[in-house]
């Protein structure tokens, strides 16, 4: 049985990295709703109580049904989580006289506390909270403090029941892994005994028990999570996945021939199919963003579908979901608005009519590339940047046309390659091309022209869900700008985005 820590989410920003934190410690975890509590066995150690947008204060706040937990697991309440057991046990916790973000230092420690073990007093943690616990209730005692924050870490009795005013799993608290391994390992007793070889080996097992002797279809898209997929697929059932590689016409220069030749040398099982052309068709005319990703998503669908039906007794669809689409399909503030559709998942299964296996839905990206380091995948396509599934039809503003998907492969594979050739590849977490729906007047020799504007966009991030915009060296930047004008017919201008996430997003559509 899979020992694990389970975390209640209450809308908080940092919930994610709460889970991916205790991940690094080599302990598996589950975000689950507060409202959804899973079904309680021996294989949780711990409950975590995440923190929320919503003060305990409120008439609608949320209320977690807790019975049942208290008493038979460790359990650690953050920011609102703490809040919440200090008010239902009957403790006061009133609006702060100023709204508590951003640094502090913990001032005081209580000596031999097993939470805050090897932690020093003066050390940097993060606030991120708008109200106090005022008063603890009977039997509750401090074990830490702040200069303004009197009750920052509370202990309930003899019980290993914790509550913590600041956020151990971000950045800025500089000593919060100390307090996590605490509560995890010597707290809660967990093994650490989940690594990227212990998943593969119980992710193979899970799939052939489950499979059978059935086959499988699976999508590629060329980029990392659906070519993990594949891999861990292969290894469990063989010949029974059928992989399935589509060029939509929108993918990078060289693209469909490089990856597809990559997976033949891993012993895949797949067939490319080239559908240029009627990608191009169903986008003519089109030049709305949205209506672009469901012109793209709805041909995907068709010649994937087309493809599918050529396999003779599929029974199982194959998927490259990830834990983050997992947890935003139940979360606790329901389904986001919709920003942007994904092509390459709805429609599929109703469609189909087959069983849905994804064998990397409890894994965040960054864990997916641990896998596929671990069963050998190539680096071209491990350390690949993420690639939107419409591909280069959301980085060609306005309508897609086949000369503009010439001009953008040219300028985006230029730009990546020097990346790669400067070795700054790496240290992007994306970077990407946009032709922009705008014409621009230059000279070249003793000739007027009025071309294309290029913009040239390059960010880090650890998850894509915060990004900030890479400061590429100036010289870089001059070259590959006086390159691409220089190399590539249609351009004669280029600019840098410096926009960071939010308020933009990383992809311009």
């Known amino acids: 049985m899979q020992e694990m820590i389970l975390i209640l989410d209450f809308g908080s920003q940092y919930t994610q990295l709460i889970a991916r934190r205790i991940r690094e410690l080599n302990v598996y975890c589950e975000i689950h709703p507060y409202d959804k509590i899973p079904t309680l066995d021996d294989s949780i150690k711990g409950v975590i109580l995440s923190g929320s947008p919503h003060s305990v204060r409120d008439h609608d706040a949320p209320v977690p049904d807790l019975s049942g937990i208290g008493e ?23 609006p702060s006289v100023s709204r508590e973000y951003g640094r502090a230092n913990l001032s005081y420690i209580m000596d031999n506390d097993e939470l805050l073990t090897g932690m020093t007093r003066g050390c940097q943690v993060w606030m991120s909270h708008g109200d106090t616990i005022e008063k603890l209730p009977a039997g509750f005692e401090v074990i830490t403090s702040t200069a303004d ?22 950045y800025h608290s500089t000593e919060g892994m100390v307090l996590l391994h605490n509560y995890v390992v010597n707290i809660c007793g967990c093994q650490q005994t989940w690594t990227p070889s212990s998943f593969i080996e119980t992710t193979i097992g899970e799939l052939r028990e489950r499979i059978g002797g059935e086959r499988v279809v699976l999508g590629l898209s060329g980029g990392v999570d659906s070519s993990v997929s594949a891999l861990l697929l292969h ?3 063989h010949k029974n996945l059928h992989c399935i590689f589509v060029d939509n016409g929108l993918l990078r220069k060289f693209e469909f021939e490089t990856v597809l030749d990559s997976y033949k ?50 029974t199982w669809l194959a998927q490259g979901t990830i834990y983050p689409d997992v947890i935003e399909s139940v979360s606790v503030k329901g389904p986001s608005a919709t920003i942007k559709s994904h092509h390459n998942v709805g429609g599929l299964p109703d469609l189909m009519n087959l069983k849905i296996i994804e064998p990397l839905h409890s894994l965040f990206k960054d864990e997916v590339r641990k896998i596929g380091r671990e069963l050998g995948m190539p680096p071209n396509i491990l350390t690949r940047h993420p690639f939107p599934g419409p591909g280069l039809g959301i980085r060609i503003l306005g309508e897609v046309t086949p000369e503009k998907v010439r001009i953008l492969q040219e300028v985006d594979h230029l730009f990546i390659e020097r990346l790669k050739e400067h070795n700054l590849y790496d240290e992007v977490w994306q970077a990407l091309a946009v032709l922009l729906p705008v014409q621009s007047v230059g000279v070249m020799g003793d000739e007027r022209t009025y071309e294309n504007v290029v913009a040239l966009r390059a960010v880090g991030s650890t998850d894509g869900m915060t990004a900030d915009w890479s400061r590429l060296p100036q010289e870089f930047l001059a070259g590959i700008s006086n390159e691409i004008i220089n190399k590539i017919p249609g351009v004669n201008r280029v600019v840098y985005d410096i926009s960071s996430k939010p308020p933009s997003t990383i992809e311009w559509e």
């Open 149 to 170: 924050v009197h009750v920052a870490g509370f202990k309930v009795g003899n019980k290993p029941v914790y509550g913590i005013q600041f956020h151990p799993e971000v």
């Open 235 to 237: 290894k469990a059932i």
């Open 72 to 94: 038979r697991y460790p359990m650690l309440g953050v920011c609102y989580g703490a809040q919440y057991i200090a008010l239902k046990h009957g403790g006061e916790v009133e």
């Open 265 to 314: 040398h891993l012993g895949l099982n797949v067939r490319g199919v080239d559908a240029k052309d009627r990608f191009y068709d169903a986008l003519k005319g089109i030049s709305d963003p949205e209506d672009k990703r469901k012109a793209i998503g709805r041909t995907f669908i068709e010649v994937f579908d087309e493809a599918a039906h050529e396999i003779r007794d599929v």
